[in-house]
């Protein structure tokens, strides 16, 4: 039972413009959400978080958006770059098992020039 | 350069040998974690431990011991492996359990 869900993926982008990653929970405990980027060959590193008192968190060029009623969040990258080009992971976890980051599959973003 | 290290970042183990992955952490932090990445399947929970006691064991099978001699050393001590266990092991780290987590770049590890 996969409680966070990317479901696509990968995405291909030009360049300049917005990318749109999606990310679905099912756990209604979940209250704290992340975004991971990951180069081949290279851990994953924090990109964003948002907690569920908010609905959006801005971060220079990436936002993330919160639903907590469709229980879904997006990572938007304006404009995009090319060395954003990487595996982007979402992550939530639960305040009774706050150690417990729960990730999902992954989306391959490519950034074409 | 990342605050977590791990060595080493590639190993080759046959069914029988015993090896150990290293994890340091450079960061101060209290909590330190191994994550398993396969092939198409979401980052797996290994261990937690927070101030060197082991708080999470997520169903992983005895053949990979964890050991944390202290808040910044984090080692999995691998025997007797299966081929399915050919994966990315990731360490990390935060400053409690629950706060963001920050990982090494991982060990890459093939059982033949």
């Known amino acids: 039972d996969q409680q966070v869900k990317q479901n696509s993926p990968s995405l291909s982008v030009q360049e300049g413009r917005i990318s749109i990653l999606n990310c679905d929970y099912t756990n209604s405990m979940f209250d704290y959400f992340l975004w991971y980027k990951k180069y081949p060959a290279e851990g994953p590193t924090f990109l964003i978080s948002?907690?569920?008192?908010?609905d959006k968190n801005e971060d220079g060029r990436f936002t993330v958006f919160l639903n907590k009623s469709a229980k879904h969040l997006s990572l938007h990258i304006v404009p995009s770059q090319p060395g954003d080009s990487a595996v982007y992971f979402c992550a939530a976890s639960a305040e009774i098992r706050a150690q417990k980051l729960v990730f999902g599959q992954g989306t391959r973003l490519t950034i074409n020039p | 350069e990342t605050g977590v290290t791990q060595t080493p970042r590639h190993l080759v183990m046959g069914m029988t040998n015993k090896k150990s992955l290293k994890c340091e952490q450079h960061?101060?932090?209290?909590?330190m974690y191994w994550y398993k990445q396969s092939a198409k399947k979401p980052l797996e929970l290994m261990f937690v431990?927070?101030?060197?006691?082991?708080?999470e064991n997520n169903s992983v099978p005895s053949r990979f011991s964890p050991e944390c001699p202290n808040s910044s050393h984090l080692f999995l001590h691998l025997h007797t492996l299966q081929p399915e266990d050919s994966a990315l092991y990731l360490c990390?780290?935060?400053?409690?359990?629950?706060?963001?987590?920050?990982f090494g770049e991982g060990s890459w590890l093939t059982v033949v």
């Open positions: 960061l101060g932090h209290n909590a």
């Open positions: 990390a780290s935060s400053q409690q359990p629950g706060n963001t987590i920050y």
């Open positions: 431990y927070s101030l060197e006691e082991r708080v």
């Open positions: 948002i907690s569920s008192i908010k």
